[in-house]
C-alpha cells in the first residue's frame, strides 16, 4: 500500500464535489480552516456547481477530479460532501491516475466508493469529516485529526468498553466505510468490504433489516469467516423495527458465530465526533472489557 506524501507548509488542498451539490458558503468557511492550517486551499471549478441534485455532470466531476490529481502543487484532495453520485465516475478511472502522484483523498459517506477505487489502485487514503465539519467545527477532534494524519502522524484511539463487545486481539489492514455504498459493489473490482482484516462499518437512514441482508451478504461471500476484527461504526437516523429494537442487537446476533474482537459505537460515521480512519492501513485493534484501542503504524 503506497502512503501518500505528508504535507508540508503552503502546499495546496483542492476541494472537489464529486456527488452531490454543496452549499459554497460551507466550502467558503472551509477554506478558512485549511487556511489556517498552513496549506492553500483550491476550490475546483464545478466544486460549488449545480446540475439537479449533482455539483456537475459526470464529465464536470470528472474534470475537476483529474484535475487535482494531475496538479503537482495539490498534496490532497478534500471532497466537499457525499450525497449520491461518486460510484458515477469510478468507470474512468486508471490505476495511473491514482499511483503516478499520491494524494490523500478525504472525505466519507458517498465517498465510500472513491476509497475503494483508491484502495484497489493501492493507494492509502483517509475517511474522515468533510467541508460542513471543517467549515462549522474547525477545532474538532475531528478535523484537528485530518490536520494530524496530513502531516504524517498516524492516530490512536481508546474508546470506552460497550456491554456488546468481544474482546480480542487483531493486527492487519483496515478497510471499509459506509454499508450502503460498499454493499453495492460487491463482486466488482471495487470490494473494499472483502479486502482488509479489521473492517470498519457505519451508515445513515437505512433500515435494520437491509443493513441485516448487507451483512447476509458478507455472511454468504465468506467476507465475515476471513475478517480478523470488526469495528461497529455510528448507525444513524433509523427507526426500530418489529424484530430489534436497535441496528446493534441485530448486528450482534449476525456476528454471534464467529470468534474475532468487535467493538460498538466507535465514533465513525455521520456524527459530529468522526475519528478518522485511514483506509488500507496498518493497524492494531484490541478489544478489553474497559475499551477498545486501534493504533494505526
Not at 140 to 169: A, Q, V
Request: charged share 20%; glycine share 10%.
Amino acid at each position: 500500500m503506497i502512503y501518500p506524501k505528508p504535507l508540508k507548509k503552503g502546499d495546496s488542498i483542492a476541494i472537489i464535489s464529486p456527488a452531490s451539490k454543496i452549499d459554497g458558503k460551507l466550502v467558503d468557511n472551509a477554506c478558512e480552516t485549511i487556511k489556517s492550517w498552513g496549506f492553500n486551499p483550491v476550490v475546483s471549478d464545478f466544486c460549488k456547481g449545480e446540475h439537479g441534485s449533482f455539483s456537475g455532470t459526470v464529465e464536470q466531476r470528472l474534470q475537476d477530479f483529474k484535475a487535482a490529481f494531475a496538479d503537482e502543487k495539490v498534496r490532497a484532495v478534500l471532497c466537499s460532501r457525499g450525497g449520491y453520485g461518486a460510484v458515477q465516475l469510478l468507470k474512468y478511472f486508471k490505476r495511473s491516475m491514482w499511483t503516478t502522484d499520491p494524494k490523500w483523498l478525504i472525505g466519507f459517506s458517498d465517498i465510500s466508493a472513491l476509497h475503494a477505487a483508491s484502495c484497489h489502485a493501492g493507494v492509502a487514503s483517509l475517511h474522515a469529516s468533510m467541508c460542513k465539519c471543517l467549515a462549522e467545527q474547525p477545532e474538532s477532534e475531528s478535523s484537528l485529526k485530518i490536520l494530524k494524519i496530513l502531516t504524517g502522524r498516524m492516530p490512536e484511539y481508546t474508546i470506552g468498553g460497550n456491554s456488546r463487545n468481544r474482546e480480542g486481539y487483531a493486527e492487519g489492514t483496515i478497510t471499509g466505510g459506509n454499508m450502503a455504498v460498499l454493499s453495492g459493489l460487491v463482486s466488482t473490482p471495487y470490494d473494499l468490504l472483502g479486502k482488509g482484516d479489521i473492517l470498519f462499518i457505519e451508515d445513515v437512514a437505512e433500515p435494520i433489516y437491509k443493513i441485516q441482508r448487507m451483512l447476509y451478504t458478507l455472511r454468504l461471500n465468506g467476507t465475515l469467516g476471513q475478517i480478523k476484527g470488526l469495528i461497529v461504526g455510528q448507525f444513524t437516523e433509523y427507526n426500530a423495527s418489529q424484530d430489534y429494537s436497535d441496528m446493534y442487537g441485530m448486528v450482534e446476533e449476525m456476528v454471534s458465530d464467529y470468534k474475532f474482537p468487535v467493538a460498538y459505537n466507535f465514533p465513525i460515521g455521520h456524527t459530529d465526533r468522526n475519528l478518522p480512519i485511514v483506509e488500507g492501513a496498518k493497524a492494531a485493534f484490541e478489544v478489553t472489557k474497559e475499551n477498545a484501542r486501534l493504533k494505526f503504524h
